[in-house]
């Protein structure tokens, strides 16, 4: 894994934009931000070759490609054929991302599949994987919170400030069941 160099608020700014119009031109960015062409194709260049600007992949929708369903799976894993166990993940298509995770599990994969039986399919796959010694599959039901990045970018551009105030869980003081009567 690549360590990425944090961003400044300028950088913050311009994926911030770039979220807004994925695809804008640079000269289009410059001018929005009222920068110069050229910081921000530099900005630009930099970010992508540092890690910061991940893949256009993460955009595209599996279910658009045939495959509705998503997995989690973890595995416990011999230790010793870590390089083993996620270079043969690398090669199962279905499989769309593994983490290392620290605990009693070893790996968190996402997968994706075209049905159950194409899901049974792909996690016996995995399970019979030289070095993977158990799984256990869960099956995302519906997406709550999609992926985003923009409440962290809005900070690091330092439009929100870093100590913004959370709102607080109710306390049950001052409640009433109607007006004028305390519960």
Do not use: C, K, W
Not at 24 to 48: D, F, H, P, Y
Not at 72 to 82: C, E, G, P, Y
Not at 85 to 102: I, T
């Amino acid at each position: 894994m690549r360590h990425e160099a944090a961003i400044d608020a300028t950088d913050a700014r311009i994926l911030l934009a770039l979220r807004d119009e994925p695809r804008a031109t640079v000269l289009a960015l410059a001018e929005r931000l009222g920068l110069s062409r050229n910081t921000v194709q530099a900005r630009l260049t930099r970010l992508e070759r540092s890690g910061a600007l991940g893949s256009f992949e993460r955009r595209i929708s599996t279910a658009a490609l045939g495959y509705p369903l998503t997995a989690f799976i973890t595995a416990r894993v011999d230790q010793h054929r870590l390089a083993e166990v996620a270079e043969a993940l690398a090669d199962v298509p279905e499989v769309v991302e593994v983490l290392g995770l620290s605990g009693e599990t070893d790996l968190l994969i996402r997968v994706v599949a075209a049905d159950a039986e194409d899901l049974y399919r792909v996690a016996g796959h995995i399970l019979a994987v030289a070095g993977v010694e158990r799984t256990t599959t869960g099956l995302v039901m519906r997406e709550l919170v999609p992926h985003r990045l923009t409440p962290l970018l809005r900070r690091a551009s330092g439009e929100e400030p870093r100590d913004r105030p959370r709102a607080a869980a109710p306390s049950g003081r001052g409640r009433t069941r109607s007006p004028g009567r305390p519960v």
